[in-house]
Each structure stands twice: as C-alpha cells, then as structure tokens.
C-alpha cells in the first residue's frame, strides 16, 4: 500500500543549529501535510501542501513540496527548546484519511 | 475550527476487558476517523466512521475488536475490546476542518493494558 518515508527517525541538535527533515513517496501526492507532536501531546497541524513546487514559511519554518509532488521537507532555523517534538509528514489523500510517516523526533540541548 | 473533546485521556485496564473511548466534536462533520499511536511509533489509521453506515475499517484491524460507533454527526465511540498488553496505546479521534484543508486531532485516549 501507499507509504510515506521519514527521515531522520532522530535528531539531536544544539540550540542555534538548523534542522531539516525529509518525506518521500513512490507515488504522487494529492497533498502533504505536516504536524508536530509534542511529548504526551497529540498531533497538532502546521501546514498542508498541495502545488507542486510550493513553498511554505511560518517564522523559523520553511516547507517544501517537490516539483514532481513525491516529495517534502520541512527546515527549521536556528531551533530552540520550545521546537522539541515528533515532526510527521502525512499524505494527505482524500477526506482527512492521513497516511503518516513515521516522524523525526528533534531534541534540542540548550 | 472545531473543538474536539475526547475522553477519557488515560485509562488502566485489566486484559480480556473493554474500553469504550468517546469523541465529541462542537460542529456537525460528515467523518471522523480513529488513529492508533503505538509507543513510540507514528499514527496509523484504524477506521473511518461515517454517520448513518458502518464504518470502513482499514486492513488489520476488524469490527469484532475495534467496534465503532456514529449515532449522530458530532459523536463517535470506539470500542477497544477483549484487550491484550499489545492494545496499550494512544487512540485518538479526528475530524477533518470544514475547509478540508487540515485534520484536527481529539488530546487522545492512552490506554495501558496490564
């Protein structure tokens, strides 16, 4: 079946330094969607893609869709604490059924 | 956007037993679908219910274990039942926005089976 792959699974970084993570399909997307979980929280929605091409900032955040619509990133700049979480990527698919990558997990040493 | 309440936020049950969790959403929406977060993994969708039908389950997971309900358009259950330890985790309801530009998740039910 359909799969979104993630990557990193994990990221370690110091507070200051960029992130980025990186979503890829085998078939085209109707759209992306990305959601940060905090621990114990649940996912809570950033940002949905759907252009191919597009680009998408939210202050220190900047997403990505590929051109060919297969792929996404997601880049954060200069983190900070307050960043920690589990990032997913999810195929947005048809009628709020996500199909979710399995998440980048940022910790941030301050 | 909508307010979804979910509850309850944990519970601690003994195996062989049944959970029934509750989604309630402040406006009317035509789906809403349940999602299971294994520990330390990412969401994978159980079912989609929809008001007035059964509900489509996804593949690996059936009514008889994951019994799901949708008596009106603000309201689902889902049933854990004859729980085992391997049912311990995160289950948490969601609607799409009236848009159909972004999925809202209820706060989730974490469910640990002992």
């Known amino acids: 079946g359909q799969q979104v792959m993630q990557i990193p699974q994990y990221q370690h970084v110091q507070e200051g330094e960029d992130f980025t993570t990186y979503c890829n399909s085998s078939t085209t997307l109707s759209n992306i969607q990305w959601y940060k979980q905090r621990p114990g929280g649940h996912p809570v929605f950033l940002i949905q893609l759907v252009k191919s091409g597009e680009v998408k900032k939210q202050k220190r955040l900047t997403f990505q869709f590929g051109e060919a619509k297969k792929n996404s990133s997601l880049h954060i700049t200069a983190t900070q604490t307050t960043d920690v979480g589990t990032y997913f990527c999810?195929?947005?698919?048809?009628?709020?059924?996500?199909?979710f990558g399995k998440g980048t997990k940022l910790s941030v040493k301050p | 956007s909508a307010v979804i309440s979910q509850k309850p936020s944990r519970d601690i049950c003994q195996r062989g037993t049944s959970l029934t969790i509750q989604c309630q959403v402040d406006?009317?929406?035509?789906?809403m679908f349940w999602y299971r977060q294994q520990p330390g993994q990412s969401l994978t969708l159980i079912a989609t219910a929809n008001q007035g039908s059964e509900a489509t389950y996804e593949s690996g997971f059936v009514i008889d274990k994951f019994p799901i309900s949708r008596p009106n358009l603000t309201f689902s259950t889902l049933t854990v039942s004859n729980m085992s330890p391997e049912d311990s985790s995160i289950y948490l309801c969601?609607?799409?926005?009236?848009?159909?530009?972004?999925?809202?998740f209820g706060s989730g039910t974490r469910l640990t089976v002992v």
């Open positions: 406006s009317q929406v035509t789906m």
């Open positions: 999810a195929d947005g698919g048809s009628q709020g059924n996500l199909i």
């Open positions: 969601s609607v799409e926005d009236q848009f159909g530009s972004r999925v809202l």
